[in-house]
């Protein structure tokens, strides 16, 4: 696709539920990042793919987020037994290029999926 | 804990003057610089980047500014437009990328 496309726009869940965050990365992208925005905090990073090597999970803030990336292309983030705290927009970005976080203006950035938790 | 910082929220200045947003960072080890645009519900888009190696960088109507002695590095938007209302963040990455806050600024026309 034209760039990078993220669904829902909008998730409001009830405390405890489980749900999962898509993301449509642009054809051909090799590398795909999550992020996150808490309220009045900066983007943080939660895990990085790049083609068939084991993703990088480090920024991931508890073992309830899980992610995965089939056929190299879809992502899908979930989040199990959601917590108030969980609460943020989440960003997906894709790249061409590998490298952790070298190439970083080659990054194109979906719009997001506000998650409210209830 | 924040390794970068924005400590500004928000900016207000009016069109055809300059605006500076300032950034700061904690870390000596980061070597690439970056700033990022953001409209309402849209995704984040990369506006300009600096190496540790430089001291300003010039794009146009932006300048990016760093002072690695004082760890600190600044955008410059001359002259402000209106459709440069947005959320500003700047990011700083070595082995990983920090990202700040974010700077609210709105051109009044």
């Known amino acids: 696709g034209a760039g990078v496309s993220q669904s829902p726009s909008n998730k409001v869940t009830e405390k405890g539920k489980d749900v999962e965050l898509r993301c449509d990365p642009i054809s051909g992208h090799t590398a795909l990042y999550w992020y996150r925005q808490s309220l009045g905090q900066g983007l943080e990073f939660l895990i990085y793919f790049q083609g068939n090597s084991a993703p990088d999970k480090s920024g991931l803030p508890s073992d309830r987020f899980s992610a995965e990336r089939t056929g190299g292309s879809v992502s899908t983030l979930t989040i199990q037994r959601t917590q108030q705290e969980d609460s943020a927009v989440y960003l997906c970005a894709s790249s061409q290029e590998g490298g952790l976080f070298r190439g970083a203006d080659g990054y194109t950035f979906g719009s997001g999926t506000r998650l409210t938790v209830v | 804990d924040q390794q970068v910082k924005q400590n500004s929220p928000s900016l207000s200045v009016q069109e055809g003057r300059i605006s500076i947003l300032n950034c700061d960072y904690t870390?000596?080890?980061?070597?690439?610089f970056l700033w990022y645009k953001k409209y309402p519900a849209e995704g984040p888009t990369f506006l300009i980047s600096?190496?540790?190696?430089?001291d300003k960088n010039e794009d146009g109507r932006f300048t990016v500014f760093l002072n690695k002695s004082a760890k600190h590095l600044s955008l410059h938007i001359v002259p402000s437009q209106p459709g440069d209302s947005a959320v500003y963040f700047c990011?700083?990455?070595?082995?990983?990328?920090?990202f700040g806050a974010g700077t609210r600024l709105t051109v009044k026309p």
């Open positions: 600096i190496s540790s190696i430089k």
């Open positions: 870390n000596s080890m980061f070597d690439y």
């Open positions: 990011a700083a990455s070595r082995n990983d990328m920090r």
